[in-house]
């Protein structure tokens, strides 16, 4: 019996895409830091506790079972959320230190990154496969 692939919705994933986008584009315009403690939280209870509240709130919302849309690979989500988590938090910090030079290079890969894949290129994920491709090639030079 083969091991069963732990999988996230697609619109749930999207909906914390959005989520992303929306906050980094409001903390923009409105100048208001703290906007980005949002989905820094959520993606750190993501990564520490497997419970995005993001995606909770948007399974309520889903019309099918969710095993009746795309998955995306749970592992997957995880990577990219702890990628998300560092920009995020480094835009936040360097927003609260008045280094908005940073911030906005920070914020501006996470916007990025999450937009490029509702578009239908990951970044993390080429990320991921790349790193692992190395680790695999590094394994095979020690033989």
């Not at 497997?50 to 889903?62: D, Y």
């Amino acid at each position: 019996m083969g091991s069963q692939v732990r999988s996230v919705p697609r619109p749930l994933v999207r909906t914390n895409q959005w989520f992303i986008i929306v906050s980094v584009m409001l903390t923009w315009i409105t100048k208001q830091d703290w906007i980005l403690a949002i989905p820094l939280l959520a993606g750190l209870m993501s990564i520490s506790f497997g419970f995005n509240p993001v995606m909770r709130l948007a399974k309520l919302f889903l019309r099918k079972h969710p095993s009746q849309y795309i998955p995306e690979e749970w592992d997957q989500q995880q990577f990219n959320q702890k990628i998300s988590v560092i920009c995020l938090a480094g835009g936040l910090i360097s927003f609260l230190m008045n280094w908005n030079i940073l911030g906005y290079i920070f914020t501006i890969l996470v916007a990025a990154a999450a937009f490029i894949a509702i578009l239908g290129f990951c970044v993390g994920c080429f990320i991921r496969y790349q790193w692992k491709q190395n680790k695999f090639r590094k394994s095979l030079r020690k033989y």
